[in-house]
């Protein structure tokens, strides 16, 4: 209709291949000077393999691995958990960073993504490191949460699932992983959007999922159980540590 305008989706918004920060240049310094020499060369080939996906708009960002790899090692992670696979690269990078006898639950609904990624978990000897569920996350959780040995026993865990869950993951996650454990949320600042005071030129989807997050970022932020750092790393990062 003459007159009107296109909204903006989340295709729109990642194309400036910035990340969060306004500088394209800013952003490639980082990846060139800081990530990319210490990436794994199965986890380069993944990444790269993943962005030929028709879906490759879901791939973890590469700048997020370190700060998930630093962490798990700073916890001594041994017990770990992820929603939300897709091909798996940040769930390889998990891999990587556990010890030979560490485990990772990995749940998704679509297995045949994970397939993909699955000959870089192979050859990368890891593979016995991942216990993968097909299924949606709150089914899991609540089955877990049946046996009272698993309250407080993950040291870890990484919510890149289905958005409008993510407050009913933290209710679960939050008795699940031990005190002084570490729960990550990706995709928390959303583009960007969840700054802006008018979002009327976002699509119907886009503006559902930035009230979606705004909502859940003031819930964490006001969480007593936790201390949250909110990274601007990827589409933002918010790491939660379990206090009590």
């Not at 992670?77 to 990587?96: D, P, Q």
């Not at 990368?124 to 949460?145: C, N, Q, R, W």
């Not at 008018?198 to 989807?205: G, H, N, P, Q």
Request: with cysteine; charged share 25%; aromatic share 8%.
């Amino acid at each position: 209709m003459e007159g009107t305008s296109k909204k903006l989706s989340v295709f729109d918004l990642s194309k400036s291949g910035s990340g969060l920060l306004q500088s394209k240049e800013l952003y490639q310094y980082i990846l060139n000077t800081s990530v990319y020499p210490n990436e794994a060369e199965v986890l380069k080939e993944l990444r790269e393999v993943t962005a030929t996906h028709p879906r490759c708009l879901m791939l973890s960002a590469a700048d997020e691995g370190p700060v998930m790899s630093m962490l798990l090692k700073l916890v001594n992670a041994k017990k770990t958990i992820e929603i939300g696979v897709y091909t798996g690269y940040s769930l390889l990078v998990t891999a990587l960073a556990l010890p030979k006898d560490g485990k990772v639950i990995a749940i998704d609904v679509d297995r045949s993504l994970f397939e993909i990624g699955l000959p870089f978990f192979k050859r990368a000897g890891v593979e016995h490191k991942v216990e993968f569920i097909e299924s949606m996350g709150l089914p899991v959780l609540d089955k877990l949460l049946e046996d009272p040995k698993n309250e407080g026993s993950f040291d870890y865990a990484f919510v890149d699932a289905d958005k409008s869950n993510y407050v009913n993951y933290h209710e679960r996650l939050v008795k699940l992983v031990k005190v002084g454990g570490i729960i990550l949320y990706d995709n928390t600042l959303w583009s960007g959007t969840v700054a802006w005071e008018d979002d009327s030129s976002l699509d119907e989807e886009m503006q559902r999922l930035r009230n979606i997050f705004v909502d859940l970022n003031k819930k964490l932020a006001s969480d007593s159980r936790i201390q949250i750092s909110q990274l601007p790393v990827g589409d933002g990062l918010t790491v939660c540590m379990r206090l009590h």
